[in-house]
């Protein structure tokens, strides 16, 4: 008799979004869809440094529809917040620290009176010359941090190699999630509060809150229905919107919404941390970089915020995929007059890779050699396989993605093609760029490195799931949803993934990092576990078989290993579980093991393991206007064992044309007074679908299963992001076909960068047909 088939496991399968079809039907809730009785309208500063700082708020307090104006005199408890140290007023206190600072709130009934009302506040203040750039806050000793250094080897005995060595600058970027900040407080009796919130960090939003009310935080709950983008931008500076609307309820008694548009949103945040790089690269004659002496500045604006964090994954990551083996990293935050600059989608690495990358291409366009045979010469390996920081890199994939990439998107016959193309071709070039990445997995705080999950199952066998991450989009709880099926056995149909919130997981980590897969997926399974250890002995009593018989849950039945036949639905094992009175609630906790960093000697294990993967980008450009467009994209990514190859594809594609546009076409100008001037979509190019390669291939690198992650499994939320920079080495081999020689490409590299790059090639040119000519 044929045995009974029981449908297959969900994990390692391709899985919709769980709320796609509620994004595309209007029916997926966020926060600024939740009503409230009031509004907050943000006041913001006019100007970038002023001191003596005072309102008159009488005669717009007085206003129709006004309930409440706030200023920083008027918070009832401490007036610092700050993810890592309490260093930003939540409202300006006497000193104003950049142009678009808060410096009150206007609580009203509606934004037409809230900003009425705001047109008629006396402020006064007294203003001052702003730090604004890298280079004035070096030249006026202005940090956030004392110097971090990361150093091997000895930088003296390759001195007599091969130097490039330059600055290299990488631009800032803003996230432009598609949901701006927003935040809903309600009231709750016994003077408690309850908060809607778009933040990655729930946790951090409700400790703040009872931090600025002045309140114990388990009188704060703080709840993420979903978030449309984050990117980092909602990892600390969500805390401040959360406090607002707080805020709000406090002096009102209503609940309260703060809601920014997009003009808000661009000039109150913070962005990616522009960084100004000074570096010495030595080759040897065989083309491997022997040494690299590296000094970093970044701009952190006017507080700490993540600027340290930041800075320090920058200097773990000048190394990208190469083993060096002299070396000195020095790091430092700038301290300006601007907005506090935040977490980004890869966190300062890809600011990083930038530095080397350049560092290779140069010396590359000197030599006339392709980057792509000088990248493999010095990947890691098992001989050469520590880290500057001293941490191992176990049996990389370099070479194998590497081999695989280049032979699948025919590199080699596409390089020789566009170089005859580029011989003959008078207004166009096109080029060809390589690049590999190895990127770090784990917060390298080691703290935040834990998650929990709450899991409770029903007498209908129908599960309700929380954990301590939040979705912003990416898929998380669609992962989260199939761990959970797998682990109990039952279809994804079963599982509800609930709203994170901090009364069902506490003391959460930001869902950042890349990794709240792995932490959040072994917290899940370990719930999961508990319950199953609970079950089983009643299954097996069920089904009448011996204590040492093998019962699988697969599929919504529990049955005996050796005969599928010998079966019981799910669902009747949780009834009798209930009639039983065996628990069918547990809580599930995971920390990552082994994480640990000696910041003073520039030692240790910042990370659980390395992702890697490989792009190759192929451009046309027109040496008339210096618009391109990516003819080609080809990505090898490694993710592991996939948990669900359709969303990893999709944060692969994602994760590469954010890059692009920051490398390509976002730019952020200030005017001399520290004004945004980009800061709406009219000013600030985001990429669009004609920035997409038109031809996109991307491939998720097969039998890959990598050990001690959640069902071999690997991050990719942000190593993809550093594959775009294989754009900016297409674009400079399209550009030194003109005269054959070193490319001065600046970041981003727009239209017009492109287009003055290819006129110093062209002069280049010039000056070497007239000294033949002479």
Known sequence: MKSPSIPASPMHKAHKHESAFRHTSGDAQYVDDIRAD?????????????????????????????????????IPGDPLVGPIMHDEPILADGDILYHGQAIALVIAESYEEARLAASQLNIQYETHTAILSIQDAIDANSFHNRPHRIARG??????????????????????FYLETQAAVARPVEGGCYEILSSTQHPTEVQKMVAH??????????????????????????????????ALGVWFTGCSVKCWLDRDTDMKLTGKRHPFQSFYRAYFDSNHHLVGFDVEIFSNGGWTSDLSIPVMDRALFHLDNAYHIPNLNFVGRVCKTNLPSNTAFRGFGGPQGVVVVEEAINRYCERLSLDPLIVRKINYYRNENNRTPYGQEVPAPRLDRIHDMLATSSSYQQRREAIDAWNKTARHTKRGIGYQCVKFGISFTKALLNQAGALVQIYTDGSIQLNHSGTEMGQGLHTKMMAVCAHELGVSMDAVRVMNTATDKVPNT???????????????????????IDRLKPLAR?????????????????????????????????????????????????????GIAYDEEKGRGTPFFYFAYGAAITEVELSTLTGEYRIMRTDILHDVGDSMSPDIDKGQVEGAYVQGVGWLSGEELLYNPQGRLLTYAPSTYKIPSSGDVPLDFRVQLLPKAEAKGVIHGSK????????????????????????????????????????????YSQRMVLEEEQDLIRF
Request: one cysteine or more; proline letters at 5%; aromatic letters at 4%.
């Open 38 to 74: 009031l509004i907050t309208h943000v006041v913001l500063s006019e100007v970038a440094r002023a001191t003596n700082l005072v309102i008159d708020t009488s005669r717009a307090s007085s206003m129709v529809g006004v309930h409440a104006i706030i200023t920083a005199a008027d």
């Open 154 to 175: 000895d930088l003296l005995s390759v001195e007599d190699q091969t130097c490039v060595e330059g600055i290299c600058q990488t631009p800032a970027q803003d996230h």
């Open 212 to 245: 600025v009310l002045g309140i114990s935080s388990n009188r704060v709950v703080c709840s993420v229905p979903r978030m449309g983008g984050g990117f980092g931008g909602k990892e600390s500076q969500a805390t401040q919107i959360g406090v607002f609307a």
């Open 509 to 531: 980590s930001p869902t950042a990092a890349s990794s709240g897969s792995d932490l959040n997926g072994q917290a899940v399974r370990i719930a999961c576990a508990t319950l």
């Open 541 to 593: 009593r069920i089904l009448n078989v011996q204590p040492q018989e093998d019962i699988q849950f697969c599929g919504g039945f529990v049955f005996v290993s050796r005969s599928p036949e010998q079966r019981i639905p799910f669902s009747q094992l949780c009834t009798q579980a209930w009639v039983e009175q065996i628990s069918l609630s547990a809580t599930g906790y995971y920390r990552t093991p």
């Open 715 to 758: 991050a990719v939320g942000e190593p993809p992001f550093m594959l775009s920079i294989s754009l900016v080495t297409a674009l400079r081999h399209a550009i030194s076909s003109i005269a054959n020689k070193e490319v001065q490409l600046r970041l981003p590299a727009t239209s017009e960068a492109v287009l003055r790059a290819v």
